[in-house]
């Protein structure tokens, strides 16, 4: 982990973007970590891509946040996987994260469902279904997936539902997704979509997922009250952090024009925030001309031949980014 650099001291020594960043950071004095998430050109970039409407919008750049948030635990390989299934509108959304702060994500809309008006809930989107998890570490490592049912106002709940049930780790989270107006060049003004959120987990007092519930509440009755280094109780100080954190407004998440490092400060002002070295967000879509020959050449001959159209070509485009590729037969398999 890169070595840290408090806030509440002279300055920062290291430049942390306005927006498109994960931010990790600590609480002085307390068992409390947390991850920060700003979405600005990248969140218009990923959902921008495609025609969806404002309420599925949203809610894909709800769970962008998340899964970065989420795919912050991984280390140098792997990726995290963020999938809700239901039987609503949004029978599918899925986002993708790798280590270096790569991103993806793309919704199934039903077209022929029907949206509720205004700002529709998860059980108007998603319907009734699952949240699945699931963690890859990497090479020679086993992979992890935690399930939780779609029950909640937004898919934060049902992650908050997650670490609760599957992870028990103490977590609190607060998110926030919006449009702004920008240039967009000869197209004159547009509206841009962006999304940020922060996450704490109080870490150290709950232990992690490697034992059940029962078992850590005989374990910390055992040991009697835990302090902070400063002598707070810890059951306190975390508590008094979610407190804080429910301070936050829509407008400290997403605005560039307030760092992310003034934002912890003014939250944590008492404690003080101590910030690593943040990693910038980017999309990773992977699909190349190559991949989708090669995707092809997997079909059968006749399989390939109902694929081709009036123009003689096959078309294929990508879930994620949206792009069209047209490829010729006599390309496939070379």
Request: charged content about 20%; glycine content about 10%; some cysteine.
């Amino acid at each position: 982990m890169s070595s840290p650099t408090t806030l509440s001291g002279s300055g920062i020594a290291f430049e942390v973007p306005a927006e498109d960043v994960l931010l990790r950071f600590q609480v002085e004095g307390a068992d409390v970590h947390g991850r920060f998430i700003r979405l600005g050109p990248l969140a218009e970039e990923i959902i921008g891509a495609h025609d969806y409407p404002a309420p599925v919008a949203r809610l894909l750049g709800e769970a962008l946040v998340l899964a970065a948030m989420m795919g912050a635990a991984l280390k140098t390989d792997g990726s995290l996987i963020f999938q809700a299934n239901g039987d609503g509108t949004v029978p599918l959304l899925l986002v993708n994260y790798r280590p270096g702060g790569l991103l993806r994500a793309y919704a199934q809309v039903d077209a022929d469902a029907g949206l509720p008006s205004g700002e529709a809930s998860v059980p108007a989107l998603l319907g009734r279904g699952h949240l699945a998890i699931t963690l890859d570490p990497g090479p020679h490592m086993d992979r992890y997936q935690g399930l939780v049912a779609l029950e909640g106002e937004t898919l934060t709940d049902c992650a908050l539902a997650y670490f609760q049930q599957s992870e028990q780790i103490a977590t609190s989270i607060v998110t926030a997704v919006g449009t702004r107006t920008v240039c967009a060049g000869d197209a004159g003004m547009a509206e841009s979509w962006q999304a940020g959120g922060i996450m704490i987990q109080h870490l150290a007092a709950l232990g992690g997922h490697d034992s059940d519930a029962g078992e850590r509440a005989e374990r910390i009755a055992a040991r009697g009250p835990a302090f902070t280094s400063s002598g707070e109780d810890v059951e306190e100080a975390w508590e008094r952090a979610t407190v804080l954190l429910s301070t936050v407004e829509a407008s400290e998440l997403l605005d560039p024009e307030i760092p992310p490092w003034q934002v912890l400060r003014r939250i944590f002002a008492e404690d003080g925030a101590r910030i690593y070295e943040p990693v910038p967000l980017r999309r990773d879509c992977r699909c190349t001309r190559e991949r989708i020959r090669d995707m092809l050449a997997s079909y059968g001959a006749g399989e390939l031949s109902d694929m081709i159209e009036t123009d003689g070509a096959i078309r294929v485009t990508c879930a994620f980014c949206n792009e069209t590729f047209a490829i010729r037969p006599d390309e496939i398999g070379d």
